[in-house]
């Protein structure tokens, strides 16, 4: 951009009058900027809300447990399990403390059907949790 003094102001200034100016305009960058923040206001609800999962079948390694494999099995119609144990909900968190007092690793693995809320899984977890259990292995099935 050039601005014209004169040539009484400069006299090295350019033949036609004007001088070169040295500020730098950020007018565009901060355009382009706004065009981008707004696309990506409007794109990521989109992404979080726009994907289907189909639950619970993943394609996954089997992991290895130290000590016997303890397994919580809850079936689509809401009987729980441990092992080949059936416990009701209520006693969960007291079985499992009974079955953990003396386990140095406290891993379990949860296998629980597709067709189950999602708020009931939560509640089985939340049983284990406060059975000190910390860690928990979600079972699904294979897919090949």
């Given at each position: 951009?050039?601005?014209?003094?004169?040539?009484?102001?400069?006299?090295?200034?350019?033949?036609?009058?004007?001088?070169?100016?040295?500020d730098?305009?950020?007018?565009?960058?901060?355009?382009?900027?706004?065009?981008?923040?707004?696309?990506?206001?409007?794109?990521?609800?989109?992404?979080?809300?726009?994907?289907?999962v189909?639950?619970?079948?993943?394609?996954?390694r089997?992991?290895?447990?130290?000590?016997?494999?303890?397994?919580?099995?809850?079936?689509?119609?809401?009987?729980?399990?441990?092992?080949?144990?059936?416990?009701?909900?209520?006693?969960?968190?007291?079985?499992?403390?009974i079955?953990?007092?003396?386990?140095r690793?406290?891993?379990?693995?949860?296998?629980?059907?597709?067709?189950?809320?999602?708020?009931?899984?939560?509640?089985?977890m939340a049983?284990?949790k406060?059975?000190?259990?910390?860690?928990?292995?979600?079972?699904?099935?294979?897919?090949?």
């Amino acid at each position: 951009m050039f601005i014209s003094f004169g040539d009484r102001d400069d006299k090295k200034s350019f033949s036609s009058g004007y001088k070169l100016m040295s500020d730098i305009n950020i007018t565009p960058f901060v355009d382009v900027m706004l065009v981008l923040l707004v696309i990506f206001m409007v794109t990521a609800p989109i992404l979080v809300h726009g994907i289907k999962v189909h639950l619970p079948a993943a394609h996954a390694r089997a992991l290895k447990a130290p000590e016997k494999t303890i397994v919580v099995s809850v079936t689509s119609g809401r009987e729980v399990y441990i092992n080949n144990l059936r416990v009701s909900l209520p006693l969960l968190t007291q079985k499992l403390n009974i079955l953990y007092r003396n386990r140095r690793d406290k891993q379990i693995f949860l296998k629980a059907s597709s067709a189950l809320p999602y708020g009931y899984v939560i509640r089985i977890m939340a049983a284990i949790k406060d059975a000190g259990i910390t860690k928990i292995g979600m079972v699904t099935a294979n897919l090949k």
